[in-house]
């Protein structure tokens, strides 16, 4: 089955600084990557998806990349806010698998005013 | 706000008993999905509802089971807890079954098993 791979688990950034976050995925079947951002005590909400057949996708500070020969894509937060400060988590779906998603480990966000 | 709602909120049990947890979908979504999430880690798929039918299943052992109502809510039973169990259960809702739609999550029920 898939299997996702997210780093670094912890990611510390000023404010105003920008964040990355990487992903590797293991199916080359899977083709729908979400990232989720979880607060605390809150449950994941979406914040950008990419498909594959499309390579970056951008929304105001957030930008998301993906390399399909690679198998990874990645989470761009620029002009970071302490808002921003959660968890996140990358996220893939396999073709054909239906809406099961199969998540990261996810990577804790402080953004340090 | 029309979005996804669980029941109960919080739940306590001890080991060996049994929990139904319940969860209402989007209105119009008619596929429903049950993640697990232990502290500190990703959700893991448990089930997929669509159209009242199991269209996937995670891997997750026997004494977890779930259905799909006509209204398209679900409930996720779970048998002879564990310790193990304690977590926080997420129901996903989508339009519809397949991938590349986006799923929303509600709030979970958080499971305590002593």
């Known amino acids: 089955g898939e299997n996702v791979e997210q780093h670094p688990s912890t990611l510390s950034v000023q404010e105003g600084d920008s964040a990355v976050i990487k992903c590797t995925y293991s199916?080359?079947?899977?083709?729908?990557f979400p990232w989720y951002k979880q607060e605390l005590g809150k449950r994941p909400q979406l914040i950008i998806d990419?498909?594959?057949?499309?390579g970056e996708k951008k929304d105001q500070r957030i930008a998301v990349t993906l390399n399909k020969t690679a198998k990874h894509f990645s989470l761009h937060i620029t002009e970071t806010q302490p808002e921003d400060s959660a968890v996140y988590f990358c996220?893939?779906?396999?073709?054909?698998?239906?809406?099961?998603?199969?998540f990261g480990g996810g990577t804790r966000v402080l953004v340090k005013p | 706000d029309a979005g996804v709602t669980q029941s109960p909120t919080h739940l306590i049990k001890t080991r060996g008993q049994h929990v139904t947890l319940r969860c209402s979908p989007i209105?119009?979504?008619?596929?429903v999905s049950w993640y697990q999430q232990v502290l500190g880690q990703g959700p893991q798929f448990i089930f997929q509802?669509?159209?009242?039918?199991?269209?996937g299943r995670g891997n997750f052992p026997d004494r977890f089971s779930a259905r799909q109502f006509p209204n398209y809510s679900s409930e996720l039973n779970v048998n002879a807890l564990l310790l193990g169990d304690s977590a926080l259960y997420l129901c996903?809702?989508?339009?519809?079954?397949?991938?590349?739609?986006?799923?929303?999550f509600g709030p979970g029920t958080r499971l305590t098993v002593l």
């Open positions: 996903a809702s989508s339009a519809w079954g397949g991938e590349n739609n986006e799923q929303f």
């Open positions: 199916d080359s079947a899977s083709n729908y």
């Open positions: 509802y669509y159209e009242k039918e199991e269209r």
């Open positions: 996220a893939a779906i396999r073709r054909a698998a239906g809406n099961k998603l199969t």
């Open positions: 209105s119009g979504h008619k596929s």
């Open positions: 990419i498909r594959s057949n499309v």
